[in-house]
């Protein structure tokens, strides 16, 4: 069992970019991914627990309240969690806090990753693809100061009803968004769109992918497809993808990722 263990879900790589850049401050650390069922959900023998997710629209992405439900914590386990968001923070520190009990907490900004409803330049304050990787990087390296001394924050996370509402209703459209994809010929079959979904929603058949309606909103075929030939409606043909250039599909689809 490593010292530490961080709880990652990611769409498009920037919050397991961040975990990895806090697990690297940390040392000794399993980044276990929460895309899908976590791989290891037992850290009572962890002497820090992290948690590093977005906001989806106004709350957790995916099943992570109900993955963070099932994970075992040792009461005297130091805890803490970073949130990127990309106007506002909607409610999921309130949730994980509400479950775990946070020591400590942070957000920090970067680019919309929804683009099928929102440019990805649109975020606050406002900066460039690469002032928000600096931006993040530095955050990362603040987060993992904080907890490797166990840092305490002196307030809770806020909570908001309007956010959880927000987040109810994002969630229950995924199932309506996903009739909206589409790919065109700059297809070619490779399968990253079929690896990197979490949801196992997606099959190709006869070289070209297939979408379910188990989608949950990560985007991560669209945003990591070599050739940008997946798309949510027609809004997506013009707006610029914002894969993280540091994570590698391979390490999106990973359930565990150690880093000495």
């Not at 900004?109 to 330049?121: A, G, K, Q, R």
């Not at 909570?159 to 509402?165: D, P, R, V």
């Not at 997946?230 to 997506?236: A, L, Y």
Request: aromatic fraction near 8%; charged fraction near 25%; include cysteine.
């Amino acid at each position: 069992m490593s010292e530490n263990i961080i709880y990652c879900f990611s769409g498009s790589g920037h919050c397991l970019s961040m975990a990895k850049s806090i697990a690297r401050v940390l040392g000794d650390t399993d980044i276990v991914m929460m895309r899908s069922r976590p791989e290891k959900t037992d850290a009572t023998e962890a002497k820090r627990v992290g948690f590093v997710f977005p906001c989806y629209g106004g709350g957790l992405p995916g099943f992570v309240e109900d993955y963070v439900r099932d994970i075992k914590i040792a009461p005297d386990a130091y805890k803490f969690a970073v949130e990127q968001y990309a106007g506002y923070i909607g409610c999921g520190l309130h949730k994980i806090d509400s479950i775990v009990g946070l020591d400590y907490w942070d957000t920090v900004s970067n680019h919309s990753t929804c683009i099928w409803l929102m440019p990805h330049v649109l975020t606050f304050p406002p900066t460039t693809a690469k002032g928000a990787r600096s931006r993040i990087e530095a955050k990362a390296m603040e987060v993992g100061g904080a907890a490797h001394i166990m840092k305490r924050s002196e307030k809770k996370p806020p909570k908001n009803t309007l956010f959880e509402l927000e987040s109810k209703g994002f969630a229950s459209a995924h199932e309506k968004n996903a009739l909206r994809f589409s790919v065109n010929d700059s297809c070619v079959g490779c399968g990253t769109c079929v690896k990197l979904c979490p949801r196992q929603n997606i099959v190709l058949t006869d070289g070209k992918p297939v979408f379910g309606t188990e989608c949950i909103g990560c985007l991560s075929c669209l945003q990591y497809c070599p050739k940008e030939a997946i798309n949510m409606g027609k809004v997506t043909e013009k707006r610029k993808r914002f894969p993280n250039p540091d994570v590698t599909p391979a390490e999106l689809a990973a359930k565990i990722i150690h880093i000495d």
